[in-house]
Nanobody, 125 residues
Framework: QVQLVETGGGLVQAGDSPRLSCAASGLTFSTYVMGWFRQTPGNEREFVAA????????YYADSGKGRFTISRDIAKNTVNLQMNSLKPEDTAVYYC??????????????????WGQGTQVTVSS
């Protein structure tokens, strides 16, 4: 059974640089594209970043480009999202997602096979 568990959320100040982590189990991690999405109340879940199975290729939404960095540790089956210079508009529930042998350019929710339960990030001004 595939499980994705996000950690690292919470209440932070504007300008802070927290890191989210997602621990994956029940899958062959090195064959999955991993992604991060976020969602605010009343809005659709939106793409944040994705990383190829090897970790070489990465793709970012414009909202996080230059501020967010996605990485993966294949030995630990984890994918991370380093977020720098956070703004109040980054407040959202952040979700980890996985797709088997997908493309790191996948940005749509329905392109991903598995999802974590989400972790809340609240940025105060």
């Amino acid at each position: 059974q595939v499980q994705l568990v996000e950690t690292g959320g919470g209440l932070v100040q504007a300008g802070d640089s927290p890191r989210l982590s997602c621990a994956a189990s029940g899958l062959t991690f090195s064959t999955y594209v991993m992604g991060w999405f976020r969602q605010t109340p009343g809005n659709e879940r939106e793409f944040v970043a994705a990383i190829s199975p090897s970790g070489v290729n990465k793709y970012y939404a414009d909202s996080g480009k230059g501020r967010f960095t996605i990485s993966r540790d294949i030995a630990k089956n984890t994918v991370n999202l380093q977020m720098n210079s956070l703004k109040p508009e980054d407040t959202a529930v952040y979700y980890c997602a996985a797709v088997y042998r997908g493309s790191f350019h996948y940005t749509e929710v329905n392109e991903y096979d598995y999802w974590g339960q989400g972790t809340q990030v609240t940025v105060s001004s």
